[in-house]
């Protein structure tokens, strides 16, 4: 299996402290490693850092053996097509005063230079294929739900075959069924095109669900787990009542 992403040693610091400390670990095609924690661990920042929206303040990040920081512009654009990110409000992730056949479009209209329409026609099997009905695409965000801007924002994601795939609590927002549908959706668009995935939640049981291997952030530090270790090591939690709960993340944190 080849390496898609190699992170090494990452750390990086706000002016308040360290956020996290030494984070390596490397992805392999079609494997999906989460980022748990809780609410403020830092699981955004690394997501973002991994992109390079973030600077580094220490370690590398090589996306198919390129470290990401070293790249003249040409060869950053061309990358940036194969990494991509999806986030956790698709209402915010669509120009709101655009029809969405613009918003879905517009990623391969930019990098194939080609027109909306011609662009549309390419991408109706994969519309299909997420289950929306074409016409929705004439509609504003505004007039869509969250489920659908979602099956749309894995229309765009999916319209440049990436090989890697940051997913930000990309179904918090979702009520639980349209959830469990837009998670399933994602498995099958990462196994069809073999797409490496991290995974941002703090919901252990889609962990699960959606990972391989865990990373656990508390303290700075990100430690990995396999699946099975991780299932064993969560499940106190799982039985805790929302008090206890909390008392645990106090001590995940503290
Ligand atoms: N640009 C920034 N400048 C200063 N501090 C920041 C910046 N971005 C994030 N932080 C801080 O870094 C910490 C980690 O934030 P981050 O959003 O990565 O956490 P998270 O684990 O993703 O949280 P959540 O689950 O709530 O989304 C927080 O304390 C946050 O306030």
Redesign the pocket.
């Known amino acids: 299996m080849s390496s898609v992403l190699q992170v090494t040693n990452l750390s990086k610091t706000?002016?308040h402290g360290d956020?996290f400390r030494d984070v390596s670990f490397t992805l392999n095609a079609g494997e999906t490693i989460g980022l748990f924690?809780p609410?403020?661990?830092?699981?955004?920042?690394l997501g973002r850092c991994i992109l390079g929206l973030e600077k580094l303040t220490k370690g590398s990040v090589l996306f198919e053996g390129k470290d990401i920081f070293r790249l003249d512009r040409k060869e950053r654009s061309c990358l940036q097509a194969k990494m991509q990110m999806v986030f956790q409000h698709p209402e915010v992730s669509f120009d709101p005063r655009r029809r969405l056949i613009y918003s879905v479009t517009e990623p391969l209209v930019y990098h194939e230079k080609g027109e909306s329409e011609d662009v549309l026609h390419s991408l109706l099997p994969l519309i299909h294929a997420v289950g929306l009905h074409p016409g929705i695409l004439d509609k504003y965000p505004g007039q869509l739900s969250g489920g659908e801007l979602q099956r749309a924002m894995m229309v765009r994601i999916y319209s440049l075959s990436p090989h890697l795939l940051i997913a930000d609590e990309p179904t918090s927002m979702l009520d639980m069924s349209v959830q469990a549908q837009i998670l399933n959706l994602m498995k099958e668009m990462q196994k069809k095109n073999s797409t490496a995935c991290i995974f941002i939640s703090?919901d252990p049981e889609v962990m699960q669900v959606m990972c391989d291997r865990i990373g656990v952030m508390s303290e700075g530090k990100c430690e990995i787990m396999n699946k099975n270790y991780f299932s064993e090591w969560i499940q106190p939690l799982l039985v805790m009542d929302t008090m206890e709960k909390d008392h645990y993340e106090c001590l995940l944190t503290s």
């Not at 609410?39 to 920042?45: A, D, F, N």
């Open positions: 706000f002016g956020i924690g609410s403020g661990c830092g699981k955004s920042t703090h």
